[in-house]
């Protein structure tokens, strides 16, 4: 057994595993009880600053078009509702917890953070071009997609080179080469590392299926978080280990996308395309400048 498959197996028995905060356990818990009140949620969200201006930061971005300026968390939670906040919550926590990592001196955390919350920013951004309603449900998926690369840096961190290296001199995806060295890749790692936090369903198949929509639950959902990872890449935002082309409407997300989305025959891909891009480089200005 080579060590990606050793760390697969032995994923739930390591000692140093990062946890899930369980402040954030708690808001999840919170957010889907049918009794809870936005009071109870901001009496426990109140509790962590970081959180607190997480969720007004998100209440005042593009991202939601709320019309006027939010500064109440109470405010908040109800303009935003209880998914969204969860959503918000979710990604905070682990994107924090990734920073406070030791991680290898080879792998470009700043770089994977910025590709990571690019994929979420841009998988929302296709979601409001084509009229859907997710609960932002696929900004956190695109923003949690990579994590089980995390921990192929934390616990494998040869292998990683060793994937990145070979992916760069074939011209291919991470997933490709990573697959091919190691017959195991980080969709199934990171899966299953969501599966030990028990995080929501929803979350785990877009991580598990963000290469292979086709075999998700939701298809429509692992095909945004697919189509906005790959698109990601095209803009340049962050770098997640992937030299691989496409063209997007050969692609098996896009095409997914079109059936599930029931979008017209009529459809313009141009014009979407160029909507979806200057759309994405002014999420990139804004979120991104000076990264």
Known sequence: MN??????????NIDDLPAFPAIAFEIIRLTRDPNTTSRNLEEVIKKDPNLVSQILKFANSSLYGLSREVTSLNHAINLLGF?????????????SSVKKLPLHKNFDRDKFLEHSFGCGVTAKIITNILNLNFSST??????IHDIGKVLLDLYAPECLDE?????????????????????INHSQLGSKLLSIWGLPEEIIDIVANHHTPSKANNKLLSAIVHVADLLTYSEGIGFGGNYAKFTLEYDEGWQIIIDEAKVRGDFDL????FKLYEDIDNAKQLYFEGT
């Open 3 to 12: 060590k990606v498959k050793e760390l697969y197996s032995n994923l739930a």
């Open 83 to 95: 998914v969204q906040v969860e959503n918000i919550v979710m990604i905070s926590v682990i994107l």
């Open 138 to 143: 696929e900004f956190s998926g695109g923003v």
């Open 163 to 183: 994937i990145l290296e070979n992916a760069y001199k074939k011209g291919i995806s991470f997933l490709d080469s990573e697959m091919e060295l190691y017959g």
């Open 270 to 273: 141009a014009y979407f395309t």
